[in-house]
């Protein structure tokens, strides 16, 4: 992950981390998976690199965005299933959910079944709307279920292990420096005097 992608994401969320915890990551994966605006990826992410720094725990952080994105589908695929595709649509208007976003999905859902619940979880508008689209699909709950399950469990270990371990990475060179910065100071100033010496020296023999 870039730095700069890694900032946006902890700059976003860390307001609703630090006021709600576990919480924030919970709610705000469950209400973005079924199709309400919520940073619920950028809460993971932001939440399993603050994990690494001892500032939350890994395992329930873990444990409630897999529930969180698992409830949040499933409430998709009820609303898919007994709303119908009107219904959807008018209630997606007041969030950005437009029959074009709707289509698109619905296409994908046409051509590649139960994987696509499972593999829909990585790509932005596919995760919000695929629980909505098997529902009107009238996909069987149970296979729904345990395409979903293995999808969440994915995107969660990939995303949340991913920033961890990013995060444990990043913070033990950080330690080093910190450590031994007056060190790494001391050694700098010497670097550059020995620089100014050498081109002083320089200028001198070719006069």
């Known amino acids: 992950m870039h730095p700069e992608s890694l900032h946006h994401y902890l700059s976003d969320a860390w307001p609703y981390l630090q006021h709600y915890g576990y919480a924030a990551v919970f709610l705000g994966i469950l209400v973005e998976d079924f199709a309400l605006p919520a940073p619920g990826e950028s809460l ?9 720094h001892g500032k939350l725990h890994i395992a329930p952080l873990l444990l409630l965005a ?19 595709r009107a219904a959807v649509l008018r209630l997606g208007r007041y969030f950005g959910l437009n029959a074009a976003h709707l289509t698109r999905v619905e296409y994908f859902f046409r051509h590649y079944g139960g994987w696509l619940v499972a593999c829909a979880r ?10 909505i689209v098997a529902g ?10 345990l395409f979903n399950t293995i999808g969440a469990a994915l995107w969660v270990g990939v995303w949340g292990m991913g920033a961890y371990y990013l995060g444990k990475r990043i913070a ?18 010497v ?8 081109i002083f020296r320089s200028k001198r023999s070719e006069e």
Do not use: S
């Not at 993971?44 to 690494?52: D, Q, R, S, W």
């Open 172 to 189: 033990q060179p950080l330690l080093l420096v910190k450590r031994y910065e007056p060190y790494v100071l001391v050694l700098g100033l």
């Open 191 to 198: 670097a550059i005097v020995a620089m100014i010496v050498y």
């Open 66 to 84: 897999w529930l969180g994105a698992v409830l949040g589908d499933n409430i998709g695929y009820a609303l898919g299933r007994f709303g119908g």
């Open 136 to 145: 009107m699909a009238e996909m069987p709950w149970w296979r729904f279920l």
């Open 44 to 52: 993971l992410i932001a939440a399993a690199f603050l994990a690494a």
């Open 122 to 131: 990585f790509v932005a508008v596919l995760r919000q709307l695929n629980g």
